[in-house]
Nanobody, 124 residues
Framework: QVQLVESGGGLVQPGGSLRLSCAAS????????MGWFRQNSGKERTFVAA????????NYAQSVKGRFTISRDNAKNTVYLQMNSLKPEDTAVYYC?????????????????WGQGTQVTVSS
């Protein structure tokens, strides 16, 4: 079955950087789009960034545009989220997601597979 495993979360000071990784396995459908979402306790899961299979198209939430970069290495079945200039409001559990279609959508409901999440805490 499809498995998504996130890593790279942790505690970082405001203004710092982290790189999240999402290793995918068991994906048998072609050209999956991948996304990153985040969620705080008691709140809805919100879109952060998405990338289509070819990597030629990316999509970002306005709140992270210019600070975060999503990329993928299809040879390694891995998606990355480089997060720079981190702010306390970026604190959340970050989830990787995959959908069996090429379009990099922003709606969580359109993604079929999810990882367990990795905690990112931005605090001094």
């Amino acid at each position: 079955q499809v498995q998504l495993v996130e890593s790279g979360g942790g505690l970082v000071q405001p203004g710092g950087s982290l790189r999240l990784s999402c290793a995918a396995s068991g994906i048998t459908f072609s050209s999956p789009a991948m996304g990153w979402f985040r969620q705080n306790s008691g709140k809805e899961r919100t879109f952060v960034a998405a990338i289509m299979w070819s990597g030629g198209f990316t999509n970002y939430a306005q709140s992270v545009k210019g600070r975060f970069t999503i990329s993928r290495d299809n040879a390694k079945n891995t998606v990355y989220l480089q997060m720079n200039s981190l702010k306390p409001e970026d604190t959340a559990v970050y989830y990787c997601a995959a959908r069996p279609f090429t379009t990099a959508t922003t709606e969580a409901a359109s993604y079929r597979y999810w990882g367990q999440g990795t905690q990112v805490t931005v605090s001094s």
